[in-house]
């Protein structure tokens, strides 16, 4: 390989990551403002997930009486329990796969780790970005998700959305049964309680954290004061 050649190398190798932060240019995303912290956030939005999202998609990997680690008492988990499931059931859908497929055309993932896989920036935004589109199939299209199979279910809390194609923004055209501010902050506890879902174990871990600090702070004290003891002879 030649001079030149390497060059030309080192100029695609750089131009790489540039190209695919380029693609991802279009697309702004709001920032989540989920706090795993606030139990009260994440207590409204396992309600507001098992009574809205379980007709269609399921979360496998989440049993119901995991609600008591954000401080939900076994009466109220027994109180939003499906008929026939206990509390150490896992959320299971209430369509089966197979009729989804043939309502949607695709069937609605499993949503046990999706904040992982999106990201909760990403989910948050998604929940509030479907407008009205005459050309879909569904009569609704979504920003973050061209083409969506998701009917707009939370479409009578928000209104209907319609997108400006000069400015490329969504503006509200029929006020829903929320004001925006009521939405935004119903989709914030939903998504905070899909974070926390993707990860039960982050509140212990960031518990943890704290711990262990505050272990190393104690350490460093006492090996400050044993070095003054060690030292006190030689000077
Ligand atoms: C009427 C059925 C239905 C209901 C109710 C529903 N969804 Fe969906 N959802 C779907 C379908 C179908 C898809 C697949 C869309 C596709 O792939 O085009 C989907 C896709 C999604 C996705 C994108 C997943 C991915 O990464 O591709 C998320 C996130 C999601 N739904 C969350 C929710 C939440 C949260 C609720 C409750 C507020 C909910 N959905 C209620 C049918 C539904």
């Given amino acids: 390989m030649n001079a030149i050649n390497k060059l030309w190398m ?3 190798l750089l131009a790489v990551p540039m190209l695919a932060s380029a693609s991802d240019a279009g697309l702004h995303l709001d920032k989540a403002p989920g706090d795993l912290g606030d139990k009260a956030s994440l207590q409204r939005g396992a309600k507001f997930f098992t009574s809205n999202c379980l007709a269609c998609h399921s979360a496998a990997y989440m ?3 995991r609600l008591a680690d954000i401080g939900m008492s076994l009466e109220e988990i027994k109180a939003m329990l499906p008929e026939g499931a206990k509390p150490g059931s896992t959320m299971s859908a209430a369509m089966d796969a197979a009729s989804a497929k043939m309502a949607f055309g695709v069937a609605p993932p499993d949503l046990s780790v999706v904040s992982r896989v999106r990201g909760t920036d990403w989910l948050y935004t998604y929940f509030r970005s479907f407008y009205v589109d005459s050309k ?3 009569g609704v299209n979504n920003l973050v998700f061209p083409s969506v199979a998701m009917p707009n279910v939370l479409g009578y809390m928000q209104g209907d959305q319609e997108l400006d194609h000069a400015t490329g923004k969504l503006k509200l055209v029929t006020p829903g049964a929320m ?4 939405f935004d902050a119903t ?4 998504v905070n309680y899909l974070d926390f879902m993707g990860e039960p174990a982050k509140l212990v871990r960031y518990k943890l954290g704290y711990i262990v600090i505050g272990f190393l702070f104690l350490l460093l004290i006492l090996s400050y004061a044993l070095k003054k003891e060690f030292w006190k002879d030689v000077h």
């Fill in 10 to 12: 080192l100029v695609l």
């Fill in 63 to 65: 049993r119901y009486n």
């Fill in 136 to 138: 879909s199939a569904s």
């Fill in 179 to 182: 004001s925006t501010a009521e």
């Fill in 187 to 190: 989709i914030a506890d939903l």
